[in-house]
């Protein structure tokens, strides 16, 4: 589970911006809210982030998208000039980027810095954090120095040489992470303790879904199977979408070819080929959409890809509707059923603008089943939204409500609404409106030029 998120020099965020998801012991409500790790440590399942139109709401979501980047990849090209640019000094000072993690019952922060107009990373680091407060190294480096594991981690004489010569190698590599490094095709057994690296690269690979008004791909498997789509016709009809069955419907290429632009297919199917070579030809699938179209993907072995869509029928109609057919609404919930339907556990849903094209109280739906179907689950949701309506202490605890607003020099803060002494019968999404909490537009005076 994530615990903690530190970002600095980033977007519109100048100096240091914290979240955490580690409960306030003051708040005694919504105790289903939290999950108990260990003896002491209580973390929360929810954050949702409010704020002014290009107050750094889509900003903060990012982190997340590009610190999982340039865990895998490096730092990206397009990352150079996302330092905070309401400074000029900024160009030349070191971006922060650091997420703490639970991992089976461990905790863990890892993080680098980064010059990112210069495309250069300047540090990086991973310690195992303890509940009393204490943190033990595990690597660390500096600019171009080789990383230097810490000397309380116990390696036998074969994996101490193989270790050197990984980090030897890795010297004055600037623009990748050596996280990512270790998990490129190196040899590592499993009773090591250089697993560790594996097991946090993989959380934050694995573990983190973002969606944000953009997403394309994702891996459902819902759409594979028609026994499987019982849930989800069950589901879709308890949110008054007028849908009353959804169904699978083979398609050939050339169907798929003209609901996605060439270069987007050839992706897809590069990325494809890319997972049949790591999945050493076992059954792989996908599925995706655009902005109308809805599709699936499953390739076993050395058949033909088998392509399937979905179609929909609408209640007292006998005509078949195809996903185009649908309202942006509809379309939005297809992309957020994933959140309701999965078993996986521990996983982190990031969802930026969550509410977009929903109803108030469809969003409000949304999030009582999210909480009632997750309750005993380790999945946190974090989101950005406008809709004050949710802002509801039925709904959330005070410590999962956050703000980000820009102060008087342009540069995104984020602030939790448990600073605010509030009571539990506080309306708060009215108050929120009234400008008690800040993070709402300020208009400045208009009017029209009179024209002689």
């Given at each position: 589970?994530?615990?903690?998120?530190?970002?600095?020099?980033?977007?519109?965020?100048?100096?240091?911006?914290?979240?955490?998801?580690?409960?306030?012991?003051?708040?005694?409500?919504?105790?289903?809210?939290?999950?108990?790790?260990?003896?002491?440590?209580?973390?929360?399942?929810?954050?949702?982030?409010?704020?002014?139109?290009?107050?750094?709401?889509?900003?903060?979501?990012d982190f997340f998208r590009f610190f999982k980047t340039t865990v895998e990849k490096g730092l990206p090209v397009w990352g150079m000039k996302y330092f905070c640019r309401s400074n000029k000094k900024n160009e030349n000072r070191d971006s922060t980027f650091e997420i703490h993690m639970e991992i089976n019952g461990?905790?863990?922060?890892?993080?680098?810095?980064?010059r990112l107009s210069e495309r250069r990373i300047t540090g990086e680091w991973l310690y195992e954090l303890y509940q009393n407060g204490s943190a033990k190294r595990i690597f660390e480096r500096?600019?171009?120095?080789?990383?230097?594991?810490?000397?309380?981690?116990?390696?036998?004489s074969e994996e101490g040489k193989r270790f050197e010569t990984y980090a030897t190698d890795f010297e004055d590599n600037t623009a990748n992470l050596f996280l990512g490094e270790m998990n490129r095709g190196k040899k590592i057994a499993k009773e090591s303790n250089l697993q560790v690296f594996r097991t946090v690269y993989m959380w934050i690979m694995s573990h983190i879904v973002i969606i944000t008004p953009s997403s394309v791909v994702t891996d459902w498997s819902y759409y594979y199977e028609n026994d499987s789509l019982a849930q989800i016709n069950s589901l879709v009809s308890t949110f008054d979408t007028g849908i009353s069955n959804v169904r699978i419907e083979n398609i050939d290429m050339g169907e798929l070819s003209k609901m996605l632009p060439k270069p987007i297919l050839?992706?897809?199917?590069?990325?494809?080929?890319?997972?049949?070579?790591?999945?050493?030809?076992?059954t792989i699938r996908m599925s995706g959409r655009s902005d109308t179209n809805f599709f699936n993907i499953e390739w076993k072995?050395?058949?033909?890809?088998?392509?399937?869509?979905?179609?929909?029928r609408h209640e007292k109609s006998i005509y078949d509707f195809d996903f185009e057919d649908e309202s942006d609404g509809t379309r939005r919930l297809f992309d957020l059923l994933d959140m309701l339907l999965t078993n996986r556990d521990d996983v982190v849903y990031v969802v930026d603008e969550?509410?977009?094209?929903?109803?108030?109280?469809?969003?409000?739906?949304?999030?009582?089943?999210?909480?009632?179907?997750?309750?005993n689950h380790k999945i946190q949701l974090i989101f950005s939204t406008h809709e004050a309506a949710i802002m509801n202490q039925k709904l959330f605890r005070r410590d999962e409500i956050w703000f980000i607003e820009k102060d008087e020099h342009n540069s995104s803060k984020i602030y939790s609404l448990d600073q605010f002494k509030e009571r539990y019968d506080k309306?708060?999404?009215?108050?929120?409106?009234?400008?008690?909490?800040?993070?709402i537009p300020i208009f400045k005076k208009f009017s029209f030029r009179e024209e002689n």
């Open positions: 589970m994530l615990t903690r998120l530190v970002v600095e020099n980033f977007k519109s965020f100048d100096s240091k911006a914290e979240l955490t998801m580690v409960s306030s012991s003051k708040i005694r409500t919504k105790l289903e809210h939290r999950v108990k790790i260990g003896s002491s440590t209580r973390l929360l399942k929810h954050a949702v982030i409010y704020g002014a139109n290009a107050s750094g709401k889509s900003n903060f979501i461990k905790f863990y922060a890892y993080g680098f810095s980064a500096e600019n171009n120095s080789k990383p230097i594991l810490d000397s309380s981690i116990n390696l036998s050839d992706d897809v199917l590069d990325e494809m080929r890319k997972r049949k070579i790591e999945a050493e030809n076992q072995g050395s058949e033909e890809p088998k392509i399937t869509t979905i179609k929909l969550l509410e977009r094209s929903l109803h108030p109280k469809l969003t409000e739906r949304f999030m009582e089943l999210f909480a009632s179907l997750h309750k309306i708060l999404s009215k108050a929120y409106l009234d400008g008690r909490y800040g993070a």
